[in-house]
């Protein structure tokens, strides 16, 4: 299990986490060490994200691999090349960005 897991559930789970720009929350209703899952809501069905995937995200921030700045095509570009996933994977960026964006505030990084 990673060192970070411990402090990102605590960041996410049970909680609605904004996403960037369209004024949006995720309800994050289940974290474990293999998996993220969101609920559904009025504009897209559930999603899941590998958890090594998320965590890969923050760390990306945490290292200056990527930036705020950056496109989410140049951060899943990024990320994605030394990632052990599937750029597929990646490609829930805005739940992405809100998972890191809670971590970071959470006092945790």
Request: with cysteine; net charge negative; aromatic share 12%.
């Amino acid at each position: 299990m990673h060192k970070k897991y411990p402090d990102l559930v605590k960041a996410i789970l049970d909680k609605s986490l904004s996403e960037k720009k369209k004024n949006k929350t995720y309800h994050c209703s289940h974290i474990d060490q293999f998996c993220i899952i969101f609920e559904a809501d009025e504009a897209g069905g559930k999603a899941i994200i590998p958890t090594e995937v998320a965590i890969e995200w923050i760390e990306a921030f945490e290292t200056g691999l990527v930036y705020d700045n950056y496109t989410s095509n140049e951060r899943v570009k990024e990320i994605g090349a030394r990632s052990q996933w599937s750029n597929y994977c990646h490609g829930f960026t805005s739940h992405l960005d809100a998972i890191v964006r809670a971590y970071q505030n959470s006092g945790t990084s």
